[in-house]
C-alpha cells in the first residue's frame, strides 16, 4: 500500500488532470451529494465530469495504505448514502441515452431523483420520470 503523496502522483501520472489530495476529492464528492439533493441544475457533460471525482476516490482506495482509508472511509460512506438516497439507478434506461454509462463496479454513476435545470430536461427528453423541484 502507498501513502496518500504516492498515490496522488500515481494517479494523476495515470492521466488524472491534478494530483488532488484525498481531502479535495472527499470535499468535491461532498459539493456534488449536496448539489443532488437539492436538485443538479448543470448539463450532463458537467455532471459527469463531477462525478468523475467519486471515481478518483475509487481508484485511490485500491492503493492507499489502510491508515488513510480507515481515516476517510466513515465519511466516504456516509456521503455514498445519501448519493444512493438523491438519486435512481434507472439501469441505463435513460442516463445511458445522453451519456455512456461506465462498467457496473461505478454504482455511483446513477442519474439524480429530482430533475431540474439542462440536465433534468435531457433525461426527461430521453425518458426519465423524476421529481420536479417546481411541483414539489
Known amino acids: 500500500m502507498a501513502t496518500e503523496t504516492e498515490v496522488r502522483e500515481l494517479l494523476h501520472q495515470r492521466g488524472w488532470r491534478t494530483a488532488f489530495t484525498v481531502a ?3 470535499n468535491a464528492w ?3 451529494v449536496s ?3 437539492r436538485g443538479y441544475g ?3 457533460y458537467e455532471y459527469t465530469n463531477d462525478l ?3 471515481n478518483w476516490l475509487h481508484e485511490a482506495w485500491l492503493l492507499l495504505d489502510e491508515h488513510v482509508v480507515q481515516l476517510w472511509t466513515p465519511r466516504i460512506k456516509a456521503l455514498d448514502t445519501r448519493h444512493k438516497a438523491a438519486t435512481i439507478d434507472d439501469d441505463g434506461q435513460a442516463f445511458d441515452q445522453v451519456h455512456r454509462l461506465p462498467g457496473p463496479d461505478l454504482w455511483w454513476w446513477r442519474r439524480p431523483r429530482i430533475l431540474t435545470g439542462v440536465l433534468g430536461r435531457s433525461l426527461r427528453s430521453a425518458g426519465a420520470i423524476g421529481a420536479d423541484p417546481n411541483t414539489a
Do not use: K, M
Open 24 to 26: 479535495e476529492r472527499v
Open 42 to 44: 448543470d448539463d450532463i
Open 30 to 32: 461532498a459539493a456534488l
Open 52 to 54: 468523475y471525482c467519486r
Open 35 to 37: 448539489a443532488i439533493e
